[in-house]
């Protein structure tokens, strides 16, 4: 396996009922904790109804993460670009990524929730092919000196140019796939990188093997080339010292999340009411599937690599982050990630874990070879100075 990077995704997921300014503020400083967890990246999510996903703006969002942070980068996770001027979607991000000093990364996306597409009075049926000329456009900003015109259906540019480029010499762009191939079309098509948002869904992991085969076509067929190393996949996570005690941390938070956001909130095809009683077996069919990542830090590393080999290899593992637990835990969980997980998947405690070895096999002889000279060194002392 190459070396995995990993992220986080905020979407952010929070029950109903907490003060928005202090969620933003929770929000915020998990970032901090991120980044000091060496996390490669965070992305946060645009959405404006539900009440769950309060975050409506993740550009705005992610200017304050950029001054409360030093490495990890700031992904929007996704801007969903059918609802804005391509124009000022290029304009905030270049000045994101000069505010993170050459941080920011692009997601786009079509729009994730139908009532979002409502309130600005747009038809589902056209997001996703004005997320596909938003993204050409955006491209073109980012890449060409000369100011040039566009006229659409829905926005116009005359004699456009950024005045001011990004930072990066190339700001990354990525594009949201679900299981349809609409979001590996795109990737193709324009070279993109790709964030599989629906990866821990039973149809989303059923989707996973021949998934990046779509960009790869469409890429070929566009005359782009396309990478496994810009392709992440998403994967709710929970880490305790034992299974037992991931599964308890988090009974009462999943199944309140199941209840109130799947199946009350989106009404999501398929989902239904899951009982106290049943909380378990709930928990247990989402471990064995693969739907989530619960359990010791061992147990996590074998999940990870059993993910990667199911998608045929991917670049960056995110992990959705969730109300399931309590902050202390939910905040342990990520420490436990950070410090055991990801350098065992990265292979980083191997040289260290050999050195160990090979100084256990000659530890005896060698702190008796020591224990000589430090002999022979007060020995040659005594015999010129005495006893002084």
Do not use: C
């Not at 396996?1 to 979407?11: C, D, L, Y």
């Not at 004005?130 to 005359?158: H, T």
Request: negative net charge; proline residues 5%.
């Amino acid at each position: 396996m190459t070396r995995m990077r990993f992220g986080t995704f905020i979407a952010p997921h929070h029950p109903l009922g907490e003060h928005p300014t202090l969620q933003f503020e929770r929000d915020l400083k998990m970032i901090e904790m991120f980044d000091e967890l060496l996390f490669d990246e965070v992305w946060v999510g645009e959405h404006h109804s539900g009440g769950w996903e309060t975050i409506g703006h993740p550009d705005m969002f992610l200017a304050a993460a950029a001054q409360r942070t030093h490495h990890i980068k700031l992904a929007t996770g996704v801007t969903s670009l059918p609802y804005h001027h391509p124009y000022n979607v290029a304009g905030r991000m270049t000045q994101l990524d000069h505010l993170s000093r050459g941080r920011a990364i692009l997601g786009t996306g079509p729009g994730a929730l139908p009532s979002d597409a409502r309130t600005y009075g747009i038809d589902t049926e056209l997001l996703r092919d004005r997320q596909d000329e938003a993204i050409g456009v955006i491209q073109r900003l980012f890449r060409e000196e000369e100011p040039f015109s566009y006229k659409s259906d829905w926005f116009e540019l005359n004699e456009a140019f950024l005045q001011v480029k990004p930072l990066q010499d190339k700001l990354e762009i990525a594009t949201a796939s679900s299981i349809s191939p609409s979001g590996m079309k795109l990737a193709g098509k324009y070279g993109l990188g790709v964030i599989s948002v629906a990866s821990y869904s039973e149809e989303g992991l059923a989707a996973l093997p021949t998934q990046w085969s779509f960009a790869e076509t469409y890429a070929q067929e566009n005359g782009n080339t396309v990478s496994r190393s810009d392709w992440r996949v998403m994967m709710p996570w929970h880490i305790a010292d034992t299974r037992e005690q991931a599964i308890d941390e988090i009974r009462d938070g999943l199944l309140h999340w199941h209840n109130g956001y799947n199946v009350e909130t989106l009404a999501r095809p398929g989902s239904e009411y899951i009982t106290e009683s049943a909380a378990d077996g709930f928990i247990e069919k989402m471990i064995s599937r693969g739907g989530a990542i619960i359990g010791s830090p061992d147990e996590a590393a074998e999940a990870i690599a059993k993910l990667y080999e199911l998608a045929g290899g991917f670049g960056t593992l995110v992990g959705f982050v969730h109300d399931w637990a309590k902050p202390d835990a939910t905040n342990r969980s990520y420490d436990l990630f950070a410090r055991y997980v990801i350098p065992k998947v990265q292979g980083l405690l191997e040289p260290v874990e050999r050195a160990q070895l090979l100084l256990r096999k000659d530890n005896v002889s060698l702190m008796e070879a020591a224990g000589r000279g430090i002999l022979k060194a007060i020995r040659e002392h005594k015999a010129v100075h005495g006893r002084s």
